[in-house]
Each structure stands twice: as C-alpha cells, then as structure tokens.
C-alpha cells in the first residue's frame, strides 16, 4: 500500500508570512495533485503536476514535484487569512488516488 | 447538476441502525469514488466505480458497508448495524477522466449514537 506522509500536521501563521508544507513517499508517482479543503467542504483541486522537477506557480502559490516524483512541497507566499483550510496531496494507486494526512493552515489577521 | 450533490448533509443514528447515503454526480461523469474523512484528517478511500465495469470494494473496511451505481449515475452507500466508529464525514467525488481531477460533493456527516 503507498502512502503519502504530510507535514506539517498543523501550522498557526500570522498574516503575510511564508510557509511550505511537504508530501513524501516512498513509492514513485506519475502524478501529484494537491487540494485544498474548508469546513464543511469537500476538497477542491489546486493543481495537478506530472513531470519530474516541475514547478507551478498559481498566484501565491507554488507547487513543486520532486525529481524522483516521489515528493512534493507547496509553498504559500504572504499568507492571508483566506488560505486557512485543510491541504491534501493525492497521488494515484490503481486507477484512484490516495490522498495524504493532510495539513491543517490557520493564518491569524 | 452543476456539482456533485449528497444527501443527506447530516445524519445522526442509533448504533445497530442501517443508513443509506446518496451522491449524485455531475452528468457525463463516469468515474465515481466514495471516501471516509475521520476528524478532519485525511481521506480514506472506500469503493470507486467506472463505468459499467465492476466496482473496486478494495477499501470497505467491514462487510457492512456496500455500495451501487445504478443507471450508472446516482450512486447510495449503505452502512449496516452501524457502530460508533463509523461516525465520520463521508464524501463522493466524480471524475471525467478518471484520477486527473476529481470534483467532490460536500459530504455527509454521519454521527452514531
């Protein structure tokens, strides 16, 4: 069974800080998505990246696939409160994905 | 419809009760996938059908939870004699092209009692 580690599991930021979360695994991908997800919500997909080493920018936000496409990170840009929510990567296993342990954003005004 | 609809939003049971939880893709979709949220954490996949070929049940937890498709749209989950650890929020997803981008309703919060 392949498994996607987050981290951080939570993170508690002030309003115009940086911050980076991380997807790891031990197996290799052909693609990452990352989602994110608010209360009372179901996930909404951010973005999807499929080739090693790439790099996808999407405002603030930056995506990174890992070389070995086992890993990827999300970097947030002067946070502000409206990215708070749940961030999920997901990766593929048989014709479905996987999804992460998720990491939790507040962003404090 | 526009999105991916479920119903109900909530649902509060008795332990040892049966329910039935519904998810009505978007039209056209032929890839739909039924997962478990516990707690705001990750998501636990249950069961996905494509199309009319045979589901994969890889990830029911017990056999009492089952699932259909009919008419390859409307799918229903159903949770038999429920217990306390099936409390969780259950959310379907649709997809056109399979695991490239799944749309996912707002789920259903079980709560068993």
Do not use: M
Not at chain 2, 16 to 40: F, M, N
Not at chain 2, 69 to 82: A, D, E
Not at chain 2, 86 to 103: E, M, R
Request: aromatic residues 10%; charged residues 20%; contains cysteine.
């Amino acid at each position: 069974t392949q498994l996607l580690e987050q981290s951080p599991q939570f993170l508690s930021i002030q309003e115009g800080e940086n911050l980076t979360v991380y997807c790891n695994s031990s197996s290799v991908f052909s693609s990452l998505q990352w989602y994110r997800q608010e209360p009372g919500e179901g996930p909404v997909l951010l973005v999807t990246v499929v080739t090693g080493g790439e790099v996808k920018k999407l405002k603030r936000l930056t995506f990174q696939f890992g070389d070995a496409r086992k890993d990827s990170s999300l970097h947030i840009t002067a946070a502000q409160p409206g990215d708070t929510g749940l961030y999920l990567c997901a990766g593929e296993d048989t014709d479905k994905l996987i999804f992460g342990t998720g990491t939790r954003l507040q962003v404090f005004p | 419809g526009a999105g991916v609809s479920q119903s109900p939003s909530n649902k509060v049971t008795e332990k040892g009760k049966d329910v039935e939880l519904r998810c009505d893709p978007i039209s056209g979709h032929t890839a739909l996938y039924w997962y478990r949220q516990s707690l705001g954490q990750g998501l636990e996949f249950l069961i996905y059908f494509q199309g009319n070929s045979a589901p994969d049940k890889s990830g029911l937890p017990s056999d009492r939870f089952s699932a259909e498709r009919t008419g390859g749209s409307v799918s229903t989950l159903t949770i038999q004699r429920t217990q306390q650890e099936d409390s969780a929020v259950y959310l379907c997803a649709s997809s056109q092209h399979g695991f490239y981008g799944y749309t996912f309703g707002s789920g259903t919060r079980l709560t068993v009692v």
